[in-house]
């Protein structure tokens, strides 16, 4: 089964209104949280890292105020999408590690198709 | 800098065929993880197989084997027999030790098994 389970699945909302992206880790604690980006027919680019307790460290050219990202607990990260727009439209993938997992291949959630309208 | 390269952008095959994707990554650690993932059209990344860099052994799993070089970091993927349920976006990704986990994707090969 899941061992990372991101929701929404789907979303469509209007442009500038904000959307809210959870990702959480079932069965482990995960210390840390990292959020892909995927445009069609495009590879994963790595957006955020996030460690439980700290602040996310954004890629180059990642909008920090933009795609806010929260990881408060081992088991949940969540990307805040604020002031969403048209070209925010993608597939974004959060994937999760726990301490003990180094060697294990790292878990990815179902992802969250955006629409903005 | 790490990078990873899948040359192939689109393959398409016939049932039954062998299918190899191929896999060429750059990094400049000496303990790093190679990855493949699939990517059906409903969107998940499923996990197909982990390697570090010091187990060149060629794995083989059902259908699908691998075949690990570092003297040429490369890192293909033959599918045996292709079935149409193969058909996806493959994906080789390069993890370094250094990276906490993160991983580098090369940009995908779309792979259409046509019946």
């Known amino acids: 089964g899941a061992v990372v389970s991101q929701h929404p699945s789907r979303v469509i909302c209007k442009s500038g209104t904000s959307v809210k992206i959870e990702c959480r880790s079932l069965?482990?604690?995960?210390?840390?949280m990292f959020w892909y980006r995927q445009f069609p027919k495009q590879s994963l680019m790595l957006m955020a890292t996030?460690?439980?307790?700290?602040?996310?460290?954004?890629e180059q050219g990642v909008e920090k105020d933009k795609f806010l990202i929260n990881h408060a607990s081992l088991t949940l990260s969540t990307l805040t999408v604020t002031s969403a727009h048209p070209e925010d439209s993608s597939f974004y993938i959060c994937?999760?590690?726990?301490?003990?997992?180094?060697?294990?291949?790292?878990?990815f959630g179902n992802g969250t198709r955006l629409t903005v309208t | 800098a790490q990078k990873v390269t899948q040359a192939q952008t689109e393959i398409s095959v016939v049932e039954k065929e062998d299918v190899t994707l191929d896999c060429v990554y750059e990094t400049r650690d000496t303990t790093y993880y190679l990855f493949w993932y699939k990517q059906p059209p409903s969107g998940e990344l499923v996990f197909l197989i982990r390697r570090n860099s010091f187990d060149e052994q060629n794995e083989i799993s059902g259908r699908y084997s691998w075949n690990f070089q570092k003297s040429t970091s490369s890192f293909n993927f033959t599918i045996t027999a292709s079935q149409v349920v193969d058909s996806a976006v493959y994906f080789c990704?390069?993890?370094?030790?250094?990276?906490?986990?993160?991983?580098?994707f090369g940009s995908g090969t779309q792979l259409t098994v046509l019946p």
């Open positions: 996030s460690n439980e307790g700290s602040k996310a460290t954004y």
């Open positions: 069965d482990f604690q995960a210390t840390t």
């Open positions: 990704a390069l993890s370094s030790s250094g990276s906490a986990r993160q991983l580098t």
């Open positions: 994937s999760a590690s726990g301490p003990s997992s180094y060697n294990s291949p790292l878990h």
